[in-house]
């Protein structure tokens, strides 16, 4: 059974920190994605990866940075929180190959106080 | 940008049928289709590819017009199951990889 994982499903943190979301996907993809979700706004790519240390901006990359040291893993970083990053962020992975779908993560509530 | 989606939601009685429209202003390599319920992840559906290939969900049936950059999912006789929130993603090759740009989503509810 395929999977991709989220490192928590909440998480609490104060303006000003940084924050860690992790991600791993034991299906050997080499695609994996970062995606926030907000309601009336539905999803929206932050950042994605097509192979180990390669990433791209997506649509809205402003406060944010990743990291994929290993195929499996992709972070990403809030650099300095702010309350406007209070969302449902999703990782997503998906075999390179064109026509093949995209399986997500459970979501992490995160909420920036 | 992202694709437009309508209806933005819809209510359905058990049974009914529906159509969720997707519109991109882009050139699409292809179109996907996903369901998120209440609390969950999405789930695939259904990819449409350029050419006309199709690959997804034997009970629910989608279109794409490549020129109109448009694609329509059909819901046919549905069931409390289909409530959910529709999202369709547009396929876009960005030189290093293909992403996925998601509509804002139609959100169905089917009652009894």
């Known amino acids: 059974d395929v999977k991709v994982t989220q490192s928590s499903r909440y998480l609490v943190k104060r303006t000003g920190e940084k924050v860690f979301l992790e991600c791993v996907q034991d299906m050997d993809h080499e695609n994996m994605f970062w995606y926030r979700q907000d309601p009336g706004l539905g999803l929206r790519l932050i950042y994605f990866s097509y192979d180990v240390k390669m990433k791209e901006k997506g649509d809205i990359p402003e406060g944010y940075s990743v990291s994929r040291e290993k195929k499996e893993r992709f972070s990403l970083i809030l650099e300095s929180a702010s309350t406007n990053q209070t969302s449902m962020y999703l990782c997503?992975?998906?075999?390179?190959?064109?026509?093949?779908?995209?399986?997500f993560g459970p979501g992490t509530r995160l909420t920036v106080t | 940008q992202q694709p437009v989606q309508s209806p933005q939601a819809v209510i359905l009685r058990e049974g009914e049928d529906a159509v969720i429209n997707c519109s991109s202003s882009?050139?699409?390599?292809?179109v996907h289709w996903y369901r998120q319920k209440h609390g969950e992840a999405p789930v695939f559906l259904m990819i449409?590819?350029?050419?006309?290939e199709q690959k997804g969900h034997d009970k629910i049936s989608a279109s794409f017009n490549e020129k109109k950059q448009q694609s329509s999912l059909y819901l046919t006789a549905s069931q409390l199951s289909y409530s959910g929130t529709y999202f369709c993603g547009t396929e876009t090759f960005t030189g290093g990889g293909n992403k996925l740009t998601f509509g804002t989503g139609t959100q169905l509810k089917v009652e009894l």
């Open positions: 449409l590819l350029k050419g006309g």
């Open positions: 997503a992975s998906s075999s390179q190959a064109r026509g093949y779908e995209q399986y």
């Open positions: 882009k050139a699409l390599y292809s």
